[in-house]
């Protein structure tokens, strides 16, 4: 495999002004779990997956190269995935470290939010959906931890806390906990609903309307768009540049469809944007509707995980009160 070429300390993604490529380490001792995640992730364009079977084999990675997010299994033969993380944040501050679970307890994700990790994958994979958003969110937070380290080594000490704290936790504190845990599984499945709004592409609508998705089609001078999850903008709608701009300081996602008569400045203007560029052609059909699939599971996994963040400060105020 090809290293990507070095960067600041920040490692290698596209906020950090080096490679566009985006590096992550999958660790699992099952090869069926190490080859779905493979084939899932290879599928964008911008992300470099890496393999290892163990604990030893992904430190050794470590070393030898940056990577922006580590996935890996909880259960490993010899050094355990928590363990792994706590290493691997140790040698990379600015990693983002998911954990694989056969099930979820308040022992092991407090444990694994202590050692570092930001969210965690249900084994097995029900929706792989789901694993390739919560990549594309952990990338998200990524940047936002380079940015601002010092709060994530402060989240780290309280969760380090919390679990100290836990294991004298009341039953009742701690069957609340489980049940939040259980509502974030839940709500990281069905993350997916958002309205789109489609600006000037009347086959892009038609396209996420069979595919199932709330689409509706607005002028571009609708104040409706801000409100939308996702807006999709065709390359061929007048002031589309402007439209894309503005939208950048509010809440919706933007996809920019290379219409027919793109050419290399549209190209250009939409990288410059950080816009989601999908080409829109024969090939439309799929991968318009996979792309604001991707997009509003994204946003929904968000919420589910500040949901579950506040559930973790409820069981430390729990604690507390005892």
Not at 60 to 70: P, T
Not at 115 to 137: H, M, N, Q, T
Not at 222 to 237: C, Q, R
Not at 276 to 291: I, M, N, Q, R, Y
């Amino acid at each position: 495999m090809d290293l990507p070429f070095e960067t600041d300390e920040g490692g290698g993604s596209k906020e950090g002004g080096g490679t566009l490529a985006s590096t992550v380490l999958v660790v699992d001792d099952e090869p069926v779990v190490r080859d779905v995640c493979a084939r899932l992730l290879a599928r964008e364009a911008d992300l470099v997956v890496s393999l290892a079977e163990d604990a030893e084999e992904a430190l050794s990675l470590l070393e030898a190269q940056r990577f922006d997010v580590l996935i890996t299994d909880k259960n490993l033969p010899g050094m355990g995935g928590v363990e792994l993380i706590a290493e691997a944040r140790r040698m990379q501050p600015a990693l983002e470290a998911l954990m694989i679970t056969g099930y979820s307890s308040s022992e092991s994700v407090i444990a694994a939010f202590a050692a570092g990790a930001s969210d965690y994958i249900l084994k097995p994979f029900e929706d792989l959906r789901v694993v390739r958003a919560k990549v594309r969110a952990a990338l998200e937070r990524r940047a936002e931890r380079v940015k601002g380290r010092e709060l994530a080594r402060r989240v780290a000490r309280e969760a380090a806390e919390l679990l100290e704290a836990g294991q004298h936790a009341p039953s009742e504190a701690r069957m609340q906990l489980e049940a939040h845990l259980h509502a974030y599984e839940q709500a990281s499945r069905n993350s997916s609903g958002g309205q789109v709004a489609v600006v000037g592409s009347r086959e892009a609508l038609q396209a996420l309307l069979d595919d199932g998705l709330e689409a509706v089609a607005l002028p571009s001078d609708s104040p409706a768009l801000v409100g939308a999850a996702v807006v999709v903008l065709e390359t061929g709608a007048n002031n589309w540049w402007e439209i894309a701009e503005q939208l950048q300081s509010a809440s919706p996602d933007v996809v920019l469809l290379a219409g027919p008569n793109a050419d290399l400045a549209d190209l250009l203007d939409a990288i410059t944007l950080r816009l989601e560029l999908v080409g829109f052609g024969t090939s439309s059909a799929e991968s318009l509707p996979e792309k604001v699939r991707t997009l509003l599971m994204r946003r929904g996994l968000q919420r589910a995980q500040a949901a579950l963040a506040s559930a973790l400060q409820a069981f430390r105020v729990s604690l507390e009160q005892r």
